[in-house]
């Protein structure tokens, strides 16, 4: 039930996303007077659908991606073209309509980022807050480069962090990079190099460092020591063993270093001191009391036009922050686990609508947003590619050979399709304990 809950998800999704996609690409040729003969959602067999006017809309077998097919869209000779065949149209009308997809999912992901941010939108409050350390774990990166609690963060590899949303970008976009950091501490500035590690199976960048989080218990799990031991929500965890702990991830640290070790526990309940003892029991090695930390959240609301403005800003910083990935990939400096295919999508998806419409709609506008961007890439057998191929014709102001035509979209459908087959067993990989080599054991 999962798996199809997963997938019905997935096909929300991406449903949205290929059907706005392909509307943009279907309006722009009704307006050039285009014929087209073909909207389909999915590729390969027909399944079903209905014959409109010149159209058949239908839904294809394989539910991943769709396409629009025009009149004479193949047929690369203009001179003998029909007047309501795409190739019968000037340049600049065949680029308008090819444009006009990834358009379509800029818009799309505008509109859902307004809608989102008119709604209110709840967010982790120190994200809005100066990046200022609150604890750092022993043997980290950022024990290591001399970083210290209290340290003001303002810089990271040329990145301004005025707040913790935008130190987390900075050092989570960095992973296994040697980045200059510059900080207050006492007031005076300072810089270090701070090599980043990764972490998690995507290998985000990790540099230990942590803002200052008060060790408030939310919630108890029943039958864990931490209940066994009188702790309730509201408790204010305050020294272990005698030793004051400032952050929940210092204490957080302390815990799980000492499965099965007594631990001598002091709270603050109401403004009363309190103390207990209690001993963390062992899961996957590490030791754990049964209980989740309050992490306080900010509704931030805005008017129309104050949502307009920040919905323009937020895709300004997915589209760079897009190209920057992008790059980092072609450079070797972030890991292709990061990539994620249909499988990782779904799953996210899940997750997503599960957390809220807010976050599930935000999921939407951002890969609608990264396929807008993605289909300008200059590669054969995308809109980009197309679009690559008519600027040139229009530079030289002359066809390329329909020989060299074919020579770029077959070799940009080979690598299409093996990207899509990287990306499926990349999310498998993902999966499995020891990752690829899990996959492929020869790698060693």
């Known amino acids: 039930m999962n798996v199809l809950y997963q997938f019905l998800t997935f096909l929300a999704v991406l449903g949205l996303i290929v059907l706005v996609h392909e509307l943009g690409h279907y309006i722009a040729a009704r307006l050039m007077k285009i014929r087209v003969e073909v909207f389909s959602f999915g590729f390969g067999k027909r399944l079903f659908g209905r014959k409109i006017g010149d159209t058949d809309f239908r839904v ?16 690369f000779d203009p001179q003998h073209a029909a007047p309501d065949q795409f190739m019968a149209k000037n340049r600049a009308q065949k680029i308008f309509t090819l444009l006009m997809g990834p358009v379509m999912n800029l818009l799309l992901a505008l509109v859902l980022i307004v809608a989102v941010n008119m709604g209110g939108i709840e967010v982790d409050s120190y994200k809005l807050e ?23 963060l303002l810089v990271i590899d040329g990145r301004r962090t005025p707040t913790w949303k935008e130190a987390e970008i900075a050092v989570g976009t960095n992973p296994k990079q040697s980045v200059k950091v510059e900080f207050l501490r006492a007031g005076v500035g300072r810089g270090v190099e701070l090599r980043i590690g990764a972490s998690t199976r995507y290998e985000i960048g990790y540099a230990g460092f942590y803002w200052q989080l008060p060790a408030v218990i939310d919630r108890v799990a029943a039958g864990y020591p931490a209940a066994r031991a009188g702790l309730r929500p509201g408790d204010r965890i ?16 302390i815990i799980h270093a000492a499965p099965g070790k007594p631990l001598q526990l002091a709270y603050e309940r109401g ?16 030791g754990i009391i049964g209980f989740n930390v309050e992490l306080p959240t900010t509704k931030v609301d805005y008017g129309f036009f104050a949502a307009v403005k920040n919905s323009f800003q937020e895709a300004g910083r997915l589209t760079l922050l897009t190209f920057d990935a992008f790059k980092k990939l072609i450079q070797r400096k972030i890991s292709v686990k990061s990539l994620s295919g249909p ?31 993605v289909n300008l890439f200059p590669i054969p057998g995308l809109d980009g590619g197309h679009l690559l191929i008519f600027t040139i014709e229009a530079v030289i102001r002359r066809d390329l050979s329909q020989k060299l035509k074919n020579v770029l979209v077959y070799a940009g459908f080979a690598f299409l399709i093996s990207l899509m087959v990287f990306v499926v067993l990349n999310d498998i990989a993902k999966t499995l304990p020891a990752g690829w080599k899990s996959l492929l054991p020869f790698l060693g």
């Open 271 to 286: 403004g009363a001191a309190m103390e207990t003892r209690l001993t963390p029991v062992a899961e996957n090695g590490v």
């Open 60 to 75: 294809s077998l394989v539910p991943v991606g769709g396409y629009v097919r025009m009149a004479g869209e193949e047929d």
């Open 130 to 152: 100066k990046p200022v350390i609150g604890y750092i774990v022993k043997g980290s990166p950022a024990e290591k480069a001399g970083l210290l609690p209290g340290d003001l």
């Open 238 to 253: 305050v020294a272990v063993d005698g030793r004051p702990v400032a952050t929940y991830f210092e204490l957080a640290d």
């Open 343 to 373: 499988i990782e999508i779904a799953r996210v998806s899940q997750e997503a609508l599960a957390s809220g419409f807010s976050n599930f709609f935000m999921l939407i506008a951002f890969i609608s947003l990264q396929l807008g961007i």
